[in-house]
């Protein structure tokens, strides 16, 4: 269960959604991440990264142990959390930006929350582990449902199963007892998509706010941008600006990012010529 100063930073994260658009760092503690695998795996190396991103402007820093990119090999609960649990220990203790831990395992979720965390982000929409709406509820996190694919189906209408997937994820949580007010919802760009459905969710991006739910946008150096431009990962900064920020103008709540400090920079920009950012 989440103690009072981490109510307080959770509380101050969904307030701060309602006034302007929010910036999430992303923090891979991993050898295997599609972007930045290996760099921020040592403990000192994590910290340092999640200092770092908070000094340069990050609403909200999202931990992850176990990486998520296709064709990565899944590890167990005991190994994502001996790579996560040192990191949000020591971020916990002086870190005043919150912190949320990208997971499906419910074991995961109730020992990074106990650690420092306040947001539980879960890249399954509560459908890969039956216990995580009733983890999440009993931590008191606030919660992102992120809408995924085992595989990719050119002929779906991605749209009609981002909306079926996400609503459903809604009535779990809600039958668990997780408060509506304290979800944000995710289209999963990049995850068991087409090119060209990855397009049509980010271009549906005001029909899933129909959801009633803020919504969360991770764009940040995705595949598509290599497909559609030709650009090697670490030369997709443009891409990702751009298309976060045509995603805030459609009205996503929250980008999640690798660079920080960009993206803090064009938000401010969007802001100071009268842009709703």
């Known amino acids: 269960m989440l103690d009072p100063a981490g109510i307080a930073r959770r509380d101050a994260f969904l307030a701060a959604l309602a006034a ?15 972007s930045d695998g290996g760099l921020h795996a040592a403990r000192d190396a994590a910290i340092a990264r999640a200092r770092a991103m908070a000094g340069e402007g990050a609403d909200a820093i999202d931990v992850g142990g176990e990486s998520t990119r ?7 609960a005991a190994q994502e959390l001996a790579r996560v649990a040192p990191v949000l220990e020591a971020l916990g203790r002086d870190l005043a930006v919150p912190l949320s831990i990208d997971t499906y395992k419910a074991d995961v979720a109730r020992e990074a929350v106990r650690r420092g965390a306040v947001i539980v982000n879960d890249v399954w929409a509560l459908g890969r582990d ?25 002929d779906l209408d991605i749209l009609a199963d981002v909306e079926a997937v996400l609503g459903a994820a809604l009535e779990r949580a809600a039958r668990a007892g997780v408060p509506r007010e304290r979800i944000l ?24 706010r129909a959801l009633g ?3 969360l946008l991770g764009v940040s150096r995705k595949s598509m941008f290599g497909r559609l431009l030709g650009r090697a990962v670490d030369e997709r900064l ?23 400090a960009p993206h803090v920079d064009a938000l401010a920009m969007l802001r100071a010529t009268g842009a709703p950012a």
């Open 213 to 215: 739910r803020p919504v």
């Open 130 to 154: 039956p216990a995580m709406a009733d983890a999440v509820a009993e931590t008191g996190a606030a919660l992102v449902i992120m809408h995924n694919r085992e595989s990719v189906d050119p």
């Open 238 to 260: 443009p891409a990702t600006l751009a298309t976060n920020i045509a995603g805030v103008l459609a009205g996503a709540a929250v980008i999640r990012v690798h660079d920080v």
């Open 70 to 76: 296709p064709g990565a090999t899944p590890i167990d």
């Open 20 to 34: 302007r658009p929010l910036v999430m760092g992303i923090l891979n503690v991993t050898p295997d991440s599609f």
């Open 185 to 208: 919802v995710d289209p999963g760009i990049g995850f068991g998509k087409t090119v060209d459905q990855n397009l049509a969710c980010l271009r549906a991006l005001p029909r899933l």
